[in-house]
């Protein structure tokens, strides 16, 4: 038993750490910034504060007095993981974990500078004037992201000089925290994308699950599908990346480590110290254990003997198209469930606005199936999904 653990974000994927953990008879305090985050409906207690504030992380730290801290986004005051470890308190996986990776440019640094890793070229600016200089340098097209986002928040493609000021002031009110700076990137003429869940642990050697593929719009995840088909090679590449950029940061947990597949190899994207988003496609059996169950074992120190793809899976999300401020209703539940080898988990966030992820459809089938009918089998049950 871990004590207490506090989970700091409480969103979807919190809310499936918190039931893997309490399946292993832990006792989680789920905490974020609004009342009635999807975590909080399924922990054991709750709290309701500012996480980028010292202040009121400390007093909910010395609160509960807890074993484990859980990072599960990225708008925390980080700095604070250093001080906790030196009380005694596990952060999971590392302080500098959570620290490097809630930040692009200190992972982007670590990859590329520290140890080696192929990224695409990139520059990073704090005023309109370095930005437009950044572009130009790196050329376009070129990404542009906050330092510090999720979900795809501020994130956007320059193809052309008139984007540039657009593009700048999106960045910006993407932007996460009080770090106002953006990274611009070359554009990476990719095959496909990848994400390579890693699971680092304490007493035993580095796992990899079976590869994720998935299709992004608006820098957010719509679909992802497991197993994705990549050469040998490739795969192999992608692993030695993600084994040198986890032990550098060392600590244990899971790891969605992002790729892009592209014809002169394998390019670093980013990284994130905990589930993530596409690997939500594990819920639908792919694996002998789901990634949220992979994290729990991994955190607890508890063993974990082997990972396997035990089927071929599908997830694609449920968006809201409209503003709700109070709590969405949803129909067409009963016609998607009516599906065979299908599921959907609706997430339970108390209000929706245009493009928040609410809810995700899953399908499955054989490893040798037809992976292009399940995607469009998949689509079509989330599409069937209204929320009002």
Not at 218 to 232: I, K, V
Not at 252 to 274: C, N, Q, T
Not at 316 to 340: C, F, M, T, W
Request: hydrophobic residues 40%; glycine residues 8%; aromatic residues 6%.
């Amino acid at each position: 038993m871990a004590g207490k653990i506090v989970l700091l974000g409480s969103g979807e994927l919190g809310k499936e750490l918190v039931i893997a953990l309490q399946r292993l008879g832990q006792y989680v305090v789920a905490c974020d910034n609004y009342l009635g985050a999807p975590a909080m409906q399924v922990a054991d207690e709750f709290e309701v504060l500012n996480m980028l504030s010292a202040t009121e992380l400390d007093a909910v730290v010395a609160k509960h007095q807890p074993q484990l801290i859980v990072p599960e986004v990225e708008n925390i005051r980080t700095e604070r993981f250093y001080d906790y470890e030196k009380q005694g308190i596990t952060v999971v996986p590392s302080g500098k974990a959570a620290n490097y990776t809630m930040n692009r440019k200190l992972i982007r640094d670590l990859a590329a500078k520290e140890l080696g890793v192929k990224t695409a070229p990139y520059q990073y600016a704090t005023t309109a004037e370095e930005f437009e200089k950044a572009v130009h340098h790196i050329g376009m097209p070129c990404v542009v992201k906050p330092l510090m986002s999720s979900s795809g928040k501020g994130q956007s493609v320059i193809k052309k000089e008139e984007e540039i000021e657009a593009a700048w002031q999106y960045a910006l009110s993407g932007s996460r925290g009080d770090l106002q700076e953006v990274i611009v990137e070359g554009f990476v003429d990719f095959i496909s994308e990848i994400t390579l869940l890693t699971v680092t642990q304490h007493n035993g050697p580095t796992l990899f699950c079976p590869p994720i593929g998935h299709r992004q719009e608006r820098g957010d995840y719509q679909e992802s599908w497991q197993p994705s088909r990549q050469t040998e090679a490739e795969l192999a590449e992608a692993q030695n990346m993600a084994q040198k950029v986890t032990e550098a940061l060392g600590g244990a947990g899971i790891w969605g480590v992002e790729f892009f597949i592209a014809k002169d190899g394998v390019y670093f994207s980013e990284l994130s110290p905990r589930p993530h988003d596409t690997g939500m496609v594990t819920l639908a059996g792919t694996q002998n254990l789901n990634e949220f169950e992979l994290h729990a074992r991994a955190i607890l120190n508890l063993p974990i003997p082997e990972v396997t793809l035990d089927r071929q899976g599908v997830s694609a999300v449920i968006l809201a198209d409209q503003q709700i401020d109070k709590r969405p209703n949803y129909s067409g539940l009963e016609r998607a469930l009516n599906a065979s080898q299908s599921d959907i988990r609706i997430f339970g966030k108390p209000t929706a606005r245009p493009y928040r992820r609410m809810g995700v459809s899953l399908t499955y089938g054989n490893v040798d199936g037809d992976l292009i009918l399940l995607r469009k089998k998949a689509a079509k049950l989330a599409a069937q999904v209204k929320i009002s």
